[in-house]
């Protein structure tokens, strides 16, 4: 927590979440954030339910703006509707960025 990017630039973060227990429904169940502790603001939010997590096990990622400004996390909120394990975060530049 707490990264300030080396410059401004296009990054991509990727949620790595197993479910163990929950009601398979549209129920929110997590909430993924970036967050910029500087400005006291969300950057990207996305929210799933169980239902959604296991249509896309594999596509937890959210892509965004970051600059040397900011002091970014990477946040997991958790509903309560179900047991999940939070094994990986994985960061990088997106290479969509460069692209463009």
């Not at 967050?35 to 896309?56: H, V, W």
């Not at 965004?64 to 002091?71: K, L, M, V």
């Amino acid at each position: 927590h707490n990264l300030v990017p080396p410059e401004s630039t296009g990054m991509e973060v990727q949620f790595f979440i197993d479910i163990l227990d929950s009601e398979i429904n549209d129920t929110p169940l997590v909430n993924l954030e970036v967050y910029d502790s500087k400005a006291d603001e969300i950057i990207c939010l996305e929210t799933y339910s169980a239902e959604q997590l296991l249509l896309k096990p594999d596509d937890l990622s959210m892509h965004f703006s970051a600059n040397r400004n900011q002091s970014l996390e990477f946040r997991v909120y958790w509903h309560g509707t179900g047991d999940i394990w939070l094994h990986n975060i994985k960061l990088q530049q997106d290479v969509w960025y460069f692209l463009l």
